[in-house]
């Protein structure tokens, strides 16, 4: 696992493995020895906060399965960028050079759809709409859970101080965001009351982080927060991370279940020429070595057999999609995350509640 300081590391990595060659032929991937003086292809993956520690040992096993060639050919190598989904989505609409993109929502991969830069059929290309693994909102608690936080009307209690990152960068957030809210509309409760309960929980928020790697460090390194609301995944490399503090996560009754999708950019990998490598890289995310892989790094993998061997791992509680609570992303956007929507008006009541 990786050292405390990996959870403030750099934005951008490159790939351990090189030197293998890789012959690229239509929009399939073949292995073996390329002419002597090919270029190399490198492939930037720019993806979200908390996986960093996974792609950095998927990039080796998806590099592992290239033949090693004569070390004359054409070599693949694989860069990383990450932070916040929503940041990460606008780098690319920009200009930054992704030829992958592995981000927290579909709103954020369809954001820069809609610039043209992904084909519109996106979703239908890969599996399980292009998710190849899903996660859930969690909390994260101090040891021995001092507050005794259990549950979304926790967050909401006066004197409990709640870590989370900001939902207008970070893909992480809006997921939290949204699961507060369903907690309540998916359990019985109306708008109002979901509204009350998120209007409070975000008064109890003293830092927005920019991303759920920023908030992690905030609650855990920096000691600020009573409970970190953050991915599944997020919160239990914490516990590896941090031993010595004795966290704890808690799973809530309800949560929403997460499905962070991949997608090759279009538009990036056509010039370079390097659809047939980032198609390879996406589709060996279902194979069952990757999945293995994403369930020890505590993603939720979509292989059965896979989830069946780890099931320990991910206790089981009640999941409700987007779809069901809110229309789908497009809807939970306008309603919640646009300008001047639901989140917009509660950091307005937040911030006058502050004022002098």
């Known amino acids: 696992m990786a050292k405390h300081a990996k959870l403030e590391s750099p934005t951008r990595r490159a790939a351990l493995a090189s030197g293998l060659s890789v012959i690229l032929t239509g929009a399939g991937l073949a292995v073996?020895?390329?002419?002597?003086?090919?270029?190399?292809?490198?492939?930037?993956?720019?993806?979200?906060?908390?996986?960093?520690?996974?792609?950095?040992?998927?990039?080796s096993i998806f590099l592992r399965k290239l033949k090693i060639g004569d070390g004359q050919g054409?070599?693949?190598?694989?860069?990383?960028?990450?932070?916040?989904?929503?940041?990460?989505?606008?780098?690319?609409?920009?200009g930054l050079k992704a030829d992958v993109v592995t981000l927290a929502l579909a709103h954020d991969i369809q954001s820069i759809a809609d610039r043209g830069l992904i084909a519109a059929d996106w979703q239908s290309?890969?599996?399980?709409?292009?998710?190849?693994?899903?996660?859930?909102?969690?909390?994260?608690?101090?040891?021995?859970?001092?507050?005794?936080?259990?549950?979304?009307?926790?967050?909401?209690?006066?004197?409990?101080?709640?870590i989370a990152p900001n939902p207008k960068t970070s893909g992480g957030a809006r997921w939290g965001y949204l699961?507060?809210?369903?907690?309540?509309?998916?359990?019985?409760?109306?708008?109002?009351?979901?509204?009350?309960?998120?209007?409070?929980?975000?008064?109890?928020?003293?830092?927005?982080?920019?991303?759920?790697?920023?908030?992690?460090?905030?609650?855990?390194?920096?000691?600020?927060?009573?409970?970190?609301?953050?991915?599944?995944?997020?919160?239990?490399?914490?516990?590896?991370?941090?031993?010595?503090?004795?966290?704890?996560?808690?799973?809530?009754p309800a949560s929403v279940l997460c499905e962070p999708p991949v997608a090759w950019v279009d538009g990036v990998v056509s010039k370079k020429g390097t659809l047939a490598l980032a198609t390879a890289y996406l589709r060996g995310l279902y194979e069952e070595d990757a999945q293995d892989l994403a369930a020890r790094y505590h993603f939720r993998p979509r292989n059965v057999s896979v989830l069946a061997r780890y099931k320990k791992s991910f206790p089981a509680i009640n999941l409700f999609t987007i779809?069901?609570?809110?229309?789908?992303?497009?809807?939970?956007?306008?309603?919640?995350?646009?300008?001047?929507?639901?989140?917009?008006?509660?950091?307005?009541?937040r911030a006058s509640l502050k004022a002098p």
């Not at 890969?126 to 926790?154: C, E, H, M």
């Not at 390194?221 to 590896?240: F, H, K, M, P, Y």
């Not at 939970?332 to 009541?349: E, N, V």
């Open 74 to 94: 054409a070599t693949a190598s694989i860069n990383q960028s990450h932070g916040g989904s929503g940041k990460q989505a606008r780098a690319v609409i920009d």
């Open 179 to 252: 699961a507060a809210w369903g907690s309540v509309t998916q359990t019985g409760g109306g708008e109002g009351a979901a509204r009350d309960l998120v209007t409070a929980l975000y008064r109890n928020v003293p830092v927005l982080d920019a991303g759920a790697r920023g908030a992690t460090t905030t609650f855990a390194q920096r000691g600020i927060g009573d409970v970190l609301l953050t991915w599944e995944n997020e919160a239990q490399l914490a516990l590896s991370e941090f031993p010595d503090l004795g966290l704890e996560v808690v799973y809530p």
């Open 323 to 349: 779809e069901d609570a809110f229309g789908g992303w497009e809807d939970a956007h306008k309603a919640h995350f646009a300008d001047g929507a639901q989140f917009d008006l509660i950091m307005r009541a």
């Open 125 to 162: 290309r890969l599996p399980n709409n292009s998710a190849p693994y899903t996660s859930t909102q969690v909390f994260l608690v101090r040891k021995g859970n001092p507050k005794a936080i259990r549950d979304w009307s926790d967050l909401a209690r006066a004197g409990i101080g709640v």
């Open 32 to 59: 073996g020895c390329s002419p002597t003086g090919a270029s190399p292809q490198e492939l930037l993956n720019v993806s979200y906060d908390p996986t960093r520690e996974f792609y950095e040992g998927y990039n």
